[in-house]
């Protein structure tokens, strides 16, 4: 072999192994984003688990403001499809932006729900409500706590994918964006 083709071979050979340490560390990156959205699903479902709660509590007073928590309900409903959807492929950006606007629209349903309940104060004293409330503010908290992780792990992902030369494995190896929370 002449030296040029041993260059030739060696220069290859340099390429080939970049190439599979690429692949290799966008693998795990986007293992890190499932792993980070296991703690916002685990998040979701007891979130969910405590709005049936404090949705319960509320039923007996929200008599004339029934379609404000049937909206709550049908919420939660569309939010854990949405969970359900992202849980499938959490690096989905598709499955991500459901997830966010399903959390958007429960948020919204929520606090149209909660504008309604000072006028009851009254019929409220003597129910769970507080107690619930103030559980539900903490799930809130917690979740955004695993949001910001999961949004973390989706930016370095997107990141590595973005940046040149790793930008043309992924393109050879159909690496998709993912989507943020």
């Keep these: 072999m002449t030296d040029a083709q041993i260059a030739t071979l060696a220069g290859c050979a340099v390429l080939v192994f970049w190439a599979v340490g690429a ?9 890190d984003i499932a792993k980070a959205f296991a703690p916002v699903d ?19 007073v929200v008599d004339e403001a029934l379609p404000l928590y049937e909206a709550v309900l049908t919420a939660c409903a569309q939010l854990q499809l949405a969970c359900d959807g992202a849980r499938a492929r959490p690096s989905a950006g598709s499955a991500a932006t459901g997830l966010r606007l399903a959390e958007e629209t429960l948020i919204a349903a929520r606090l149209r729900l909660q504008a309604e309940l000072p006028a009851r104060q009254q019929r409220l004293s003597g129910l769970e409500i507080e107690a619930n409330s103030e559980q539900l503010a903490a799930a809130d908290n917690t979740l955004a ?26 393109t050879v190896f159909g690496f998709q964006v993912a989507g943020t929370l």
């Design 42 to 60: 685990a998040q979701v479902q007891h979130r969910h688990a405590l709005l049936l709660q404090w949705a319960e509590g509320l039923h007996a």
């Design 23 to 31: 692949y290799n560390r966008l693998i795990t990156l986007r293992d």
């Design 145 to 170: 706590f695993a949001r910001n992780q999961f949004n973390a792990a989706a930016r370095t992902y997107n990141d590595a994918i973005r940046q040149f030369p790793t930008r043309l494995v992924a």
